[in-house]
């Protein structure tokens, strides 16, 4: 396998890069201060072609590989995983899931809206008694007519209060457990459905999180995605995807915190020496730098596995549960490293460590990622 990008690969990374420093870093405090990103962002990231990464350019895509994904991941996991969350999951769990999954019309009148930003996805799983156990969720979808009529609570959305259409997990039948699930999209305006802005979250305040309350939301038959009864396959194909760019994100986190670390340790200095001349000082950098290189290549590798078209789902578990884990104790690290500074938001390392926390819940907690690999290894499964 060959490490090294290609010219394009290292033109996208360089434009991410580019955005991040002019576009995000300047807004991080503020951002997170004021539990909100300026949503001129989202056009911005379109503009770029973020938003459309994979994607055919038939459907207004920018193309590229997953490897480019993943680096355009990183980068903005670098600058600020609130931004970065709204990519992975617009993107990520939304477009791609209708790029592969959509109807022809659906295509058309989804793709070219999210690909340019002029619209963004969410993706509506969870609910207040389903987390982990997404199979059972109870938000129902009857049949009436040539609609179907949904009731349900979906919590914790990201880009819940953004969005201009979920795709919506709702039982289309009685059979018990995740047979009876079927995926809609349904546009964010349909009467029925409201939303709330959840506050208080420890890290990605700047990220619209919502609870969504569906009351006899009708929408026609043509906004079901996919044949009815496979909505969960489609929810965990779209995940299995989704834990790469949320490990991108996380080895962004890792290498954020790496560089602020090494930069605040040859600046400070005790006992007369700046703390980089210290061995426990360069033990902890040494621990963050060992993470980043070994997260970044498990979700490199995920990427090529996609682009080869071969079975990747164990290893973006993988890669998820390992990035994800090593992003807390990066940003851990980094703390320590800052000593007293780095309990203050002036300082960028609380605010990594507040971000990263979430990484071993969401898109499957760790538990849930170690009973994938371990279902995998033993053929047995545990849930
Ligand atoms: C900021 C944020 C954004 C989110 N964004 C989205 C989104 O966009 N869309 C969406 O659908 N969801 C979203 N989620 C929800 C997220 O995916 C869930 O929180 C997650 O799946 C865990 O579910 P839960 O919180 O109900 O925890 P639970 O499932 O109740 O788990 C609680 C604990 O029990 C453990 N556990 C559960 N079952 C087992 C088991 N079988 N074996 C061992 N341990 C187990 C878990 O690992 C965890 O430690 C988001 C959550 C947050 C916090």
New binding site residues.
């Given amino acids: 396998m060959n490490l090294e990008l290609s010219e394009e690969q290292t033109a996208v990374q360089q434009l991410a890069e580019e955005f991040v420093e002019r576009e995000i870093t300047p807004h991080v405090i503020e951002w997170d201060r004021a539990e909100d990103v300026d949503r001129s962002i989202v056009k911005k990231l379109g503009a770029l072609g973020f938003l459309g990464l994979t994607i055919d350019e038939e459907y207004g895509g920018s193309g590229g590989d997953h490897l480019a994904y993943c680096l355009v991941t990183e980068e903005l996991g670098r600058g600020d995983s609130s931004v970065r969350g709204i990519v992975s999951?617009s993107l990520g769990l939304v477009t791609k899931t209708i790029a592969y999954w959509g109807s022809e019309e659906q295509k058309r009148a989804w793709l070219p809206r999210l690909t340019s930003g002029d619209a963004i996805g969410?993706?509506?799983?969870?609910e207040p008694g389903t987390?982990?156990?997404a199979g059972n969720l109870v938000t129902r979808a009857v049949a009436d007519g040539g609609d179907y009529v949904i009731n349900g609570t979906k919590m914790?959305?990201?880009n819940g209060t953004w969005a201009d259409v979920v795709l919506l997990f709702a039982r289309t039948n009685d059979t018990p457990g995740h047979r009876g699930v079927s995926a809609f999209l349904v546009p964010t305006d349909t009467p029925g459905l409201t939303r709330r802005t959840i506050h208080g979250?420890l890290g990605?305040r700047g990220q619209a999180?919502a609870e969504l309350v569906l009351e006899d939301v009708r929408v026609p038959a043509a906004a079901l995605l996919g044949p009815e009864g496979k909505g969960f396959s489609i929810a965990m194909s779209a995940l299995a995807k989704g834990r790469m760019s949320v490990a991108a994100g996380c080895v962004g986190i890792a290498q954020a915190a790496l560089d602020a670390a090494v930069r605040y340790a040859g600046e400070r200095e005790q006992f007369g020496k700046s703390i980089a001349h210290y061995q426990l000082v360069q033990e902890l950098i040494s621990d963050i730098s060992v993470d980043v290189d070994a997260a970044r290549l498990l979700t490199w590798r995920v990427a090529d596995l996609i682009d080869r078209g071969r079975d990747f789902a164990t290893a973006a578990s993988k890669a998820k549960l390992f990035a994800s884990e090593a992003a807390v104790r990066a940003a851990n690290n980094a703390l320590q490293v800052f000593g007293g500074y780095g309990y203050i938001d002036e300082y960028p390392v609380g605010k990594l460590l507040r971000d990263a926390r979430?990484m071993t819940?969401?898109?499957?907690?760790s538990?849930?990622q170690k009973?994938i690999i371990g279902r995998a290894e033993t053929g047995i499964s545990?849930?």
């Avoid at 969410?122 to 969870?126: A, I, N, P, R, V």
């Fill in positions: 999951v969410c993706f509506g799983l969870t987390g982990s156990d914790f959305i990201t979250k990605l999180t979430v819940l969401y898109e499957g907690t538990q849930i009973l545990a849930f």
